[in-house]
């Protein structure tokens, strides 16, 4: 029985940092999206998009998650019409970042639902072995 609380709860870490990392992505994509390049054409601040992998830990033979990659999402920039920016081209209009404030938003309330998710198996795993603790005594 101790062996499956354990895993339980390496099985909610394994996710907790997942999420974690996601969390670090999405405020860096907030942070970022006023960022515009400085020179005329150039592009600024582009989304980041992380990508999760289930994988084997052989060590515990368990199925875990981590981050398997994080890429820049290719969605194109938005344009905005002003002559005096520096990064205006010779029309007066620069490239604004792909960072979309609403859909960052609903992003980290997913991600913070889902950390919160595992927490409360940690919680619920070690509430049970202090139950099984104390029937033991």
Wanted: no cysteine; glycine share 4%.
């Amino acid at each position: 029985m101790a062996d499956e609380l354990i895993s339980s709860m390496t099985i909610a870490a394994s996710g907790m940092r997942a999420q974690g990392a996601r969390i670090r992505v999405i405020s860096e994509n907030i942070a970022n999206r006023d960022s515009t390049a400085n020179t005329p054409g150039g592009d600024p601040y582009r989304r980041k998009v992380v990508t999760f992998q289930n994988y084997l830990d052989r060590e515990s033979d368990m199925q875990l998650v981590r981050v398997r990659k994080i890429t820049e999402d290719q969605s194109a920039f938005t344009l905005r019409y002003d002559p005096s920016h520096p990064a205006a081209n010779e029309e007066g209009y620069y490239k604004r970042p792909n960072v979309t404030g609403v859909i960052e938003t609903m992003d980290m309330l997913q991600a913070q639902r889902s950390y919160q998710a595992n927490v409360s198996v940690i919680q619920n795993t070690k509430s049970m072995v202090n139950k099984t603790l104390e029937l033991l005594r």
